[in-house]
């Protein structure tokens, strides 16, 4: 019994032992991977200044080698004040910052201030580019030339100044250009002002002021009209284009400038005919099912009676088989041969009915009461009604859908 009592004695020892043995093992690897874990994620922090500078430097470089340029990496504005470190699986972990130690200015490398926030990468200039004025780079086929003006009307004084401020890329008969221009207010035509003459160029800079004297009851019933002339050696005037500003469309103050440009037209040289002549541009939307007619301006007319209250209007009619369908007018100006109106219409005409349909234009002139004196007409459409230069103008607005096609028409006194 003494000797197993021994014995038992030594197992039990040597189990106690091994036990212990064990858990002295566990405890110091498990001491150990902490002493690892601690030493990551806080490093010596003995750190100078300078040191955690080439360290961010060499964390935005490979932050630079490995993303795409063309898409930006933003650290939000709240974490500007944390360092970064870079490790060797290419992942950022943040180090606490030493609340003591105040970092020296140093370069920031591909790092640009954009709104509050630091970008990766370079900026795209084109995205920062102004819109460019292609008023002087697009001109039209078949151009004469462009005119710069601008408007301004001052109410207390009933004055309408008018600044001319220059012209490019004009059409002279000869090699060399020294140009010109003269403006009138319509309807008067019997003065106007003119500016200096320009020296041998075709993009003349004038920079000149004009002033009209008009009240502002009659101001939205005038039309600014610009000639624009060259001189030849001979002194001889020759007309290089025009541009016709009705007045009536535009808000006109004191602190509304209007700085505009149009390009010349060439004056219709041929005489007036009879009755006159009417110009107008026509243009049809296929998909709309829209007849549009823009009158533009009538000269020559042979007013019934010189007297500046009656008022010239054009009444313009829609007809389907010689049948009224609708009619609208412009506007009744002042008693002028050589009215300006500028004025759009629109009609409904489905496709099918303009081998039908047709346009009559009637000038007409306000009399005393209600009567009305009929100045002159015409009528533009297909084959069954039309010939010549009306039929011309209708076939062409069809074979050109969407586009205004612009023409002068003589008008006849037939009802």
């Not at 600014?224 to 535009?250: A, C």
């Not at 009224?324 to 041969?337: D, E, H, N, R, V």
């Not at 009567?371 to 076939?395: A, D, I, S």
Request: a neutral charge; hydrophobic letters at 35%; aromatic letters at 10%.
């Amino acid at each position: 019994e003494q000797a197993v009592a021994v014995a038992g004695g030594i197992i039990g020892g040597i189990l106690l032992f091994v036990l212990l043995g064990i858990t002295a093992y566990l405890f110091w690897k498990k001491f150990c991977r902490l002493f690892s874990y601690e030493k990551l994620i806080n490093p010596v922090k003995t750190t100078n200044a300078n040191a955690i500078f080439q360290d961010q430097a060499n964390s935005e470089i490979q932050l630079k080698s490995t993303r795409s340029r063309s898409v930006p990496f933003i650290i939000p504005p709240t974490l500007h004040g944390q360092d970064w470190i870079h490790l060797t699986n290419e992942e950022q972990v943040q180090e606490d910052r030493d609340p003591f130690m105040t970092p020296q200015s140093g370069p920031r490398s591909s790092f640009h201030s954009l709104a509050g926030a630091y970008v990766v990468g370079t900026i795209n200039p084109d995205l920062y580019k102004f819109p460019e004025d292609k008023s002087e780079t697009d001109f039209p086929d078949g151009s004469i030339g462009r005119l710069w003006f601008s408007i301004e009307y001052e109410q207390e004084s009933e004055r309408l100044l008018v600044s001319l401020i220059k012209a490019r890329k004009l059409q002279p008969p000869a090699d060399s250009c020294s140009p010109f221009v003269k403006i009138y207010l319509l309807p008067d035509e019997r003065s106007y002002l003119q500016s200096k003459t320009k020296c041998k160029t075709l993009n003349p800079q004038f920079d000149e002021n004009f002033v009209f004297q008009v009240s502002s009851k009659m101001l939205l019933q005038r039309t600014l009209k610009f000639l624009v002339y060259h001189v030849d050696k001979q002194k001889k005037h020759h007309l290089l284009g025009q541009v016709i500003f009705p007045l009536k469309n535009e808000a006109l103050t004191e602190d509304n400038k209007l700085v505009i440009w149009r390009d010349l037209e060439k004056e219709n040289l041929e005489p007036p005919s009879e009755h006159g002549d009417i110009q107008f541009s026509l243009s049809y939307n296929d998909y709309l099912g829209r007849l549009t007619v823009v009158v533009l301006r009538a000269r020559g007319l042979k007013l019934q009676e010189e007297n500046p209250a009656l008022g010239v209007y054009v009444k313009v009619s829609l007809m389907n088989h010689n049948k009224f369908i609708k009619s609208k007018k412009t506007a009744a100006l002042l008693g002028t041969p050589n009215p300006v109106y500028n004025e759009t219409f629109s009609f409904k005409a489905d496709q099918t009915e303009l081998d039908t349909a047709s346009l009559s234009l009637s000038v007409l002139q306000s009399n005393k009461g209600e009567k009305t004196l009929l100045l002159g007409r015409v009528v533009v459409g297909p084959f069954m009604y039309t010939r010549g230069r009306e039929l011309e103008h209708w076939n062409e607005m069809i074979s050109k859908p969407k586009e205004l096609v612009k023409r002068w028409h003589a008008l006849c006194h037939s009802t």
